[in-house]
């Protein structure tokens, strides 16, 4: 058995001694299986593999310092796949099927869940695919649903602290009427070449501005992004933005720090008016900004003058964190304790 550096992993593939699988066929869901194996046997005619009819979650449980292990707002993950599956003509999963598979494949896989103290936590990943067999461009009549776990460290390297983003004018992630607020594979695929562009640039991640006029703000690569400023939380209203559950959270958490709220289309240029501004989402948490690099234009638009998180990403960073460990209450009804008997 690997013995895991906790503290040391990074956001990856750790191989886990179960998953859980759920088939549709015949117009209805099945039983929940577990497996101990980590391939998939698919028709080479499956319209996930040519017409990408595919869509996925991203969810985290954490061991908590009291022992308990908690799970972060599964049901709105549940939700949200709900609603990709209608985007791309999938059956929904239930919210009760969705639950008892995660619940399960963490209860299976408990070793790997990281201690409280390395910061690590426990990824889980949903996905539903078309397993069915088709030529001609139409939803399959099979489709499976599967559920890994993973461990992992944070998403950008050195935790907690400011990264730098460029935004990639030639390369868009999500077209207005597109796939982009659907959590479908299609748009990651979309995002890899500005990705690297990003990265081989020396940047953290590249940004993006939307697809019609490239004129305001959509995301932070696989991140939603938000800004502050005059006690505000600031956050982009989009048809092709992925609804972020950890935006959701961060928005109630800043009214109930007595913060306004203001989801509304971002002009580009309003980035020099920023205080703060962060990327959030499940693996990169809050991931505060330190500066984004308009790589056409030139302009640079410069968040943190210090290169250092501020107050507000952090005050709403360790509420955020708090919650999950179960230290703060949690007002919200997000968490739920994992029966582990
Ligand atoms: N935006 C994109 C494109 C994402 O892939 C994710 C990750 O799921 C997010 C935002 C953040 O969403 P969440 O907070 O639900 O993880
Ligand atoms: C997130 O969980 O925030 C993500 O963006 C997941 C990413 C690895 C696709």
């Known amino acids: 058995m690997q013995q895991l550096d906790w503290a040391n992993l990074p956001f990856g593939y750790v191989p886990s001694d179960y998953n859980v699988r759920c088939y549709y066929r015949n117009g209805r869901w099945g039983e929940v299986e577990v497996t101990s194996s980590d391939t998939i046997n698919i028709h080479m005619a499956a319209t996930c593999l040519h017409y990408s009819q595919e869509g996925f979650e991203g969810l985290k449980a954490f061991r908590c310092p009291d022992g308990k292990v908690r799970i972060f707002r599964m049901q709105a993950n549940a939700e949200r ?74 998403y950008f390297k050195g935790g907690f602290a400011t990264n730098n983003y460029a935004i990639v004018r030639q390369y868009d992630r999500a077209a207005p009427l597109g796939t982009g607020a659907y959590k479908v594979g299609s748009n990651y695929v979309a995002s890899l070449l500005a990705n690297k562009l990003a990265h081989d640039k020396g940047y953290s991640c590249e940004f993006y501005l939307d697809a019609k006029e490239k004129r305001y703000i959509e995301e932070c690569g696989a991140a ?63 991931s505060p900004i330190g500066k984004i690099d308009d790589l056409d234009t030139g302009k640079s638009y410069v968040i943190s003058k210090d290169g250092q998180p501020g107050p507000v990403c952090e005050r709403l960073y360790h509420l955020y964190r708090d919650i999950q460990y179960g230290i703060q209450p949690d007002k919200h009804g997000w968490v739920e304790v994992l029966d582990l008997d």
């Open 81 to 154: 796949l709900q609603n990709t599956c209608r985007g791309i003509l999938m059956p929904e999963l239930p919210t009760e099927r969705f639950c008892e598979m995660v619940r399960r494949v963490i209860s299976l896989n408990t070793r790997l869940i990281p201690p409280y103290e390395s910061g690590a936590s426990l990824y889980i990943r949903p996905l539903i695919i078309g397993t069915g067999a088709q030529v001609g461009v139409r939803a399959a009549d099979e489709y499976l649903c599967v559920m890994f776990v993973s461990p992992v460290g944070p």
């Open 224 to 286: 939603n992004f938000f800004g502050i400023k005059n006690n505000t939380y600031v956050t982009p209203k989009s048809t092709s933005v992925l609804p972020s559950i950890t935006n959701r959270s961060l928005q109630q958490l800043a009214r109930d720090l007595g913060m306004a709220v203001e989801c509304r289309p971002i002009p580009v240029e309003e980035l020099d008016t920023f205080e703060e501004a962060g990327a959030c989402g499940t693996a990169a948490v809050i």
